[in-house]
């Protein structure tokens, strides 16, 4: 039997136990908890909501994702990782939840990690400008300031009109040029 038979034969049985003790109360449905999750600003409302959806369903893949960005905010990104690994079982493929890995690396300032979340990305999609202006944050961490430097670069070819990345862009140059030197960088050779 399969998870989803399995939780449509509780919701059957808690209906009948419902209807044998008086009552006509339907079990809640999860898409109407994440929708109630989304009208609180309470995080921890949220992950209570998120976690009952998640009872009802173990495989609701958006309730995994919700979970995960509510853990993250919290400052609590091993716990949202683990959250994106589910969501990432259910759809391996899903390249919005590799970002979000990414940005959790990043809160754990885990910037290898984060780096190789961003590259997954853009692997498939090379264009994908939030990843190529993330994985520049998390080089610049690392003092890679000339590997940063080429992702603020070939975001802004892709739009050049994206003011984000040419602000960051232009901070970057600001930092190089007050240390003088880009010794300190592995990619001293960035012209």
């Known amino acids: 039997m399969t998870e989803g038979n399995a939780n449509a034969k509780i919701n059957k049985a808690k209906r009948e136990e419902s209807k044998a003790a008086g009552t006509t109360e339907e079990p809640e449905d999860p898409k109407k908890l994440l929708t109630k999750a989304g009208e609180t600003d309470n995080y921890e409302d949220k992950l209570k909501l998120y976690d009952k959806a998640l009872t009802l369903d173990p495989l609701y893949f958006e309730a995994w994702v919700q979970k995960g960005f509510a853990l993250d905010r919290t400052g609590k990104s091993k716990e949202a990782l683990i959250c994106y690994d589910k969501a990432l ?11 979000l890995k990414g940005f959790a690396f990043n809160n754990l300032k885990e ?12 692997k498939i999609k090379p264009d994908d400008i939030f990843s190529l202006y993330q994985k520049g944050m998390a080089l610049e961490s690392l003092d890679r300031y000339g590997e940063a ?3 603020y670069d070939r975001a802004l070819e892709i739009d050049p009109t994206d003011v984000l990345v040419r602000e960051k862009q232009m901070r970057l140059l600001e930092l190089i040029y007050k240390k003088g030197t ?6 001293i050779g960035y012209n």
């Not at 880009?182 to 990619?187: F, G, H, K, L």
């Open 149 to 151: 430097m080429k992702c």
């Open 182 to 187: 880009m010794e300190n960088s592995p990619d």
């Open 89 to 99: 079982e259910i759809d391996p493929e899903n390249l919005g939840i590799k970002c």
């Open 111 to 122: 910037f290898e990690k984060s780096i190789e979340s961003y590259d997954e990305v853009l």
